[in-house]
Structures are given as C-alpha cells and as structure tokens.
RNA sequence: GGGCGGCUAGCUCAGCUGGUCAGAGCGUCUGGUUUACACCCAGAAGGUCGGGGGUUCGAACCCCUCGCCGCCCACCA
C-alpha cells in the first residue's frame, strides 16, 4: 500500500537515474524505432560554465522540460540539446575576485596564459554542477550531447563566421568612441551598459573670447556636467539660427587652463532651448559631440587612458589624476580664474557598465565591429512573415524596435577568457584575419611576398558571439551533421524577455546569414521571476529563493508545477507559500491514487472506455476527455500556466472532490458488473491524469506509474515512454455530464442549506435537503446513495411532502426521530425562498425586456437571441416553481 | 522623450473574440479527524473590477482622458 504522501527526496535521485540510464533522453530512443517520427528541437539557452542555478533558471527550464517530455509522449524526435556559456566578463570576473580574496597576484602580473589556465581550473572544479542541478530539476536534456560555447567544434564554428563575416565586409575594424568600463578595462557593447539617474552637478563654465568683443560681449557660456573633459574640447558649437551667436561663428574662445584656442561652430546640435544654447565640443569623451567633431573635421583629443586617468595633450599637473580628482580641480583652477558663472544640482543620467557598475568612459579606441544593420534586414523580415514567430506576440514590437534602429555591434573585448579574435598582424600593422595561424602567414606571404613575423589580436570576442551561433554551432556546425540536417531550424527557443536583444536577435541574424533558414521556429518568452512583493531578488535584498532549497524542502514537482502554473505573468510573484500549495496539489494526487489503489482499481488493459455504463463513470470519461484536449491545446499554444491550471481543477475539484467521491457507494457497495466498472473506470482516469500530467510534475506521476501497477497487471515500462492520450471526442457525455452536474448542485444546496440552519452546530441534524428546483421525489430516490454518502450520513430517509416540493432529509441514528418541521428552519428557509423570488423575477423581467428590444433581436447573433429565448423559458418555470414552493410555505406556516 | 505591461476580495492573480460570472488560491473566521488525503473536508465574511467621460439595448472587458506602479529603449550639454 501506498505511504501516506510521495517522498520527493528518495525518490528523485532514483527516478532521473532510471529515465537517464533508459535513454529516453536522446532523440534516437524514437528514432531507432520510427526514422520518420517528427523532429522537436530545443537549445538551451546556455547557463554560465561556472553558475548554479538559480530560480529564473528553474522557470525557464521547467518550461522547456515541459515541452520536451510533452512531444515526447506525442511520438516525436525530441532533442534538448544542453550546454553551458563560457560567460567571458562574467567568469573572468569571479576568478579575478578569487585571486583577490585569497591574496594571490592579479591576473596582470599573472600573465595571460597562467590566468586562463586559471580560469580553466576554475570551469573544471565548478562547470558540473549546474548540469547537475538541472538534473535535480528534472531536466530531460539529452547529455550525450552537451556543448560548451569554448569548446573544440563550437570554436571552430566561431572562427568560421568571424573570417566568413570579415570577408563579406560584415565585420570590419574600426576607431570609434566606445563604452569603456574602466574597471576592467575592456571595450563593451552598448547592451551591456546600464543607464542610472544619479543626483549631479552642471557648471557653467565661461570661455573668453578670443580678439574684440562683439557688441560687448566678450565670453562664451557653456554647460558641463563633466568639466574634467573640457581638457580636451576642440571647439564650441552654437546653433546656426540662434541669433545670440551668428555673430560668433567663425571666432575662437580661448580654453581655460588648456589655454587653447578653440573655434566656435555653427551645427544643428545645439539645441537653443537648452542651457545657454552653446555647447562644448569633446569629440574623444563624449558620444553627441564624436559625430559634431567628426561633421567639422575636429581633432579628437584623447585625455584619459584606460584606467580613466587624466592623459595626453594636457597641463603637467594632470597627468595621471583620477578623473573625478580632476574634475575637482578644474572646478577649482575655473573658479580661481573668475570663470564659474553657476553651478546647478540636477539628476543625470550616468553610464554604468551592467557588470563592474562602473562609470563608463566614452573612449576612442579601435575595435572589431558587426555590421549589424546588414544582418538585422533578413532577421526582421523573417519575424515579420512569421517564419519566426514570437510567444506572446507582443514582443515582436520590442524585437522590431531595437532591430530595426541597431548599431554596430563591437565585438572586441580586452580580456582574456573568450574566443581569441582570429586576425594576425604584420609589423607595419597589415591585418591578416583567417581561422588559424597557418592561414595567416599564408595569406601574409601571398600578400607581402615574404615570410613575416605575425601577432595576433590580444581580443577575445564579445561572449554573445558564441552564443549568437549556438543554435546551428551546437548540431555540428560547419560539419554537415545528421542533426544539422534533422534539427535545424530548432523548433522552440525558450528564454526570458531580458536577453531578446542579446541573444534573440543575434541568432536570427547568425542563423539566417549562416543557414539560410531561422534558428528557431517559435520563440516563447517567459517572464522574470520576483519575490512575493513584486521585487527583483537578490542576495543584498536577502530574499532570494533558492530553487535548490525548494528541491530539498518541497520537491521539484512543487517547483516544477509552481513555475509552470505562475508562468503566464511578466513578473512572476514567487513565495516558499505558494510553491507549498502545489505541493499539496500532488500529495492529493497520491492520495487519491492510494484511495485507488485500497479500493482495488487496477489499470486493466482490456478495458474499453466507450462501453461503460454507469452515468458517473460515463460523465469521468467526458471530463478526462474534456481535459485531455484542454490540457493539450494550452501546451500547444506553450500556455502552461493553462495546462496547469486545467489538471489542477479537474485534479482536485474533480476527480477528487465528485468522482471519487460518488464513487464510494458503488465501491462500498456489493460487487458487481456497477463495481467492476467503476473500479475499472477509475484506475483508467488516474492512468490519464498521470499522463497528463507527466510533462509538469515528472516525478511523482513516473512513481505514482509504478506503484499503481503493483498489485495489477504489470506496466511495460516507465511512464516517460507511455503515450500522450489520444481520447476520443466521442467519448464525451452530455447527457451524462448533466445528469452529474444535476447532482453536484443538488448536494452542494443541501451542504448550504445545512450550515445555515438557526441551531448551535451540535444541534444541527446532519442533513436536510430542501429541493425548489428542479427536484423531483424520483431523482432523489435513485441518488439517495450517493447523497448519503456525499454528506458522510449514515442513512437517508425519504421525507414526507414538505412546503418546498420535495424534501430529502437525513439523519442518524440520534436525530432519526425529529420531524421535517424541526429539521428547517422555516424563517430562513422564507427568507431564502423570498430572495430567489426576486432574483428569479428580475430575471424573468431583465430577459423579457432584452427580448423586447428589436434592436437587439435585430443585431445579436441569431444564436444568441435564441439561447436568451430559451433562458426566459427556463427563468419563467423557475419562477413559476418557487411561487408554488412560496405559497405552499406559506400554507404551512 | 518613445514603447511595453499593470492597476479586479486583506495578499497573489484568473476573467481568451463585450450578453450566468464578479471568480480561484492563499490568508481570516466557523464547524468537522472511528480507514485516500489536516499537505484534508464543509461553510462564511470580504470587491461601486484605479478616477472620470464616451460608444452600446448591455462594459471588468471597446474608445478617450486622468492618476499612480513597474520594466525596456533614447545622444542631450
């Protein structure tokens, strides 16, 4: 017999060991059987080498593990193909912090190859475990072929597209201000930078005219909210229709301090609605005035170096000065000259790097660049006739956005841990790019006539580069690969909304240029996971639920099932509570499988289920049906939170709540064809329920599987490899459903009627019936058992004629004796009729006058009208029926 | 500045194309444990569906407007 609840904890372990060791996790367990079975491909979207799960990991892959073992059971060729990110800043980041905390030397006095070799150690101390927790999770990745971004093949692949790209004149080189995140000193793309208000400063700085004063005026107003940068300004733009300037334009102001002359320019730039209407122009530091600079052939004085230091063409006094250290000196050395006119608090918006929370520093560099504006045209058109299609559509707005106004994407980074940028350098600076060495000196001898010393590039690749191939690289790419061929297009990608950009659309760029075709047919977006208040979870915060934890405490099934349920929301609410709940959820199951199985309910393989008979186990029949399709059709549409919420219902409210319920009777009761059936009948709709379910929570429906084979028929095989139902339409019962339905009604009236008498609960007769409906003496006979025992009475009596029609009423032994007028309490019971009374005129009355309208008999759907004709009929016998039950009560009392 | 999403019972949310919904879970309160389940069962209280206006025979649902809240994007000194 069962335990009284499922033990996740013993269980888990086991069961994934079983499916792992099954095989069923690799496409070929189906396709050794069925070549032709139907292809369903995910990629995961690669967790970092070195991460461990955390709660949006467990969202995310708890969908995709949904879908998966879902098309498994449908038949199909499922590949789930896993594999972890090399997460470049990321991980350099963690190993840089691990030198720090132990005292050992930065990775700089290092050296490259020490680091690497490092960081390397690091992947191979902690690359298992979060592929070992998405194993705790459930995750029915097909291991065998798990991929790393720095692997053999995919950097290979990442080669191939760099060289093929710089070909195409798709990647080029260029110098251009970039984000520069001055902690790690690297180049970074304009995603990973994270605008913050900060409460600032804005100075007003005068720059003297150079020469004659015009009309008195002999000083130019500009306003900073960087002053350090004025070091390296190279003019003064005003607006060419600014009639404060026009007079200006073509004079020089002398920079303070710098004490240079700077011309003063006319461009559309300054707005003169803004400030003073004149702006400093810094074409090294800022990015407005890069493009001002460049329209006028400005010099770019670069003033800061890497660390953001003050550098270059400046006063002595500044050289090496931290640039905030010389913004304060500036201020001071303007304020001395008599040249601060005001300074006014203001909230700026400030560059962050999203990584180091640095303050960025436009700075002109060299750079490796995507010409992404190129590679976006496909991928929007792509998404526009909807070979790509997103889920839920509306994110295809955001995907267009960005898309269709991207920049170029610099692919540069000055660290270490990545794929090395495939280009080598002669002496005289002649780049040579090509996928290996080899190549390089190859093409540099063909080029130069001459064996040449070549270097290659110090930069590694943006990490989102490998990632931007996963989907094709992962299948074997550039190989011809059997599963290349099967796989690709990937049939869903799953991920959250924050990396759309990142990721999303770089696929569709990479997979397009490089297939021809898109990486992924469906895109579905799951949303962000918080905490109970709505807040973003973190560890500073303290209110990080740890997926793990949850495992431990709950089960992965409570996880799984909480993940899928609450999936449908943008910000996913999350509480150690909520997740309980569906705990619950699945210790009801197992009960009711333990119910099943005390009872006898054995899956028989011989049973049929369009030749039961009795009405109750006819109206389960329709609703498993009914669910099946439910369940279905929302995993389809990837609406999981629908599937969940469809098993849960018919789970709980009712299998459990009705059927099993109405069940007992027929179980307690004398063996028989009734019995047999209904035994049957319900083992047949548990089977279903932990198909059905299987995809949500895998772990307690794979054991529940077993178990309710023990003392029947013995299962072949396990539950992961059973078929999705395939139930048949015809086998849903209206007349049945109604019949029950009747049922349902009618008891939970009585259960309503019985905790609304006017007697202390101890006094309360354990039941009384009052029908003004549509109850009828006969029905109550023929469902006097089952009544009985949906109220846990012990006996059911017919009552004598009562003022209401029928009254059913019911008693143990103590209260066998009392009278029906004892029973009710009549003042409630006038009360009650008198209200539906009411409700059953007004009624009658709102639907009457609809009727009357011709304009809406005119303009409704046909078939509308004639439901509401029907409603009256119904409404007018209703009320009809509680006039007579009012009168009659009215005889009595 | 642009865009997206939200504002429904104390809390978290359902409510899919306007015509049985004013709903569910949790929480609260009341009552219930001799054999499926107290991780349970039965019941109750609780909401002018953010404000205002409009369209309609009829609006939580459509339109306008206002108000908050959250997120994303944006080069403004």
Redesign the pocket.
Known sequence: MLD??FDPKSAEPRLYATWEASGTFRPEHVLSRDSHATPFCMVIPPPNVTGSLHIGHALNNTLQDILARYHRMRGHAVLWLPGTDHAGIATQMVVERQLAAEGNVGRREMGRDAFVERIWAWKAQSGGTITQQLRRLGASCDWSRERFTLDEGLSRAVRKVFVELHKANLIYRDKRLVNWDPHFQTAIS??E???REVQGK?WHFAYPLEGEPIDGVSEIV?????PETMLGDGAV?VHPDDPRYTRFVGRQVRLPIADRLIPIIADE????????????ITGAH???DFQVAARHGLSMISIMDERARMAGPIPERYLGVDRYAARKMVVEEIEALGLLRQIEE?V??QPHGDRSGAVIEPYLTDQWYVDAKTLAAPAIAAVEDGRTVFEPK?WE??YF??MR?I?PWCISRQLWWGHRIPAWYAPDGEVFVAEDEASAKAAARAKLGRDVELRQDEDVLDTWFSSALWPFSTLGWPNETQDLKRFYPTSTLVTG??II?FWVARMMMMGIQFMDEVPFQRVVINGLVRD???Q?MSKSKGNVIDPLDVIDDLGADALRFSMAI?S??????LSK??I??Y??????LW??A??CQ?NECTPDAAYDPAAVKETLNRWIRSETVKTAQAVSAALDAADFA?AA?VLYRFV??VF??WY??LA?PILNGDEGRAKAETRATAAWALDQILRLLHPISPFITEELWDKTAEFGPRRDGLLIEAKWPALSGEWIDEAATAEIDWLIGLV?EV??I???MNVP??ARPPLVLVGAGPLTQERLKRNRDRLCTLA?LEAVREAPATPHGAVLFVAGEATAALSVAEYIDLAAEKARLAKALAAAEQDVARIAR?LD?A??VA???PE?VE??RE?LAEAEAALEKLKAAAARLKTVS
Do not use: H
């Open positions: 009284k609840t304009d995603l930078v994270e605008t804005m500009i306003a900073t909210t960087r733009a730039y300054p707005d003169p609605e803004k400030g003073s209407g004149a702006v400093k800022d990015f407005n203001r700026i918006a509306n707005k955001t956005e960005w106004n920049e909304f924050d950009f109970e208040r709505g973003k609450l449908g929301a943008r910000d996913i609410k509570n909520r309980e709940g705990r619950n959820f699945g210790t009801k009960n009711a333990r119910f005390m629908e919420n709980w409210n459990c709540d099993l319920e007992k939970s259960r309503s019985r905790s609304e609960p101890s846990r609809k309208n304009d809406f303009r409704a759907p509308v439901e509401n409603k």
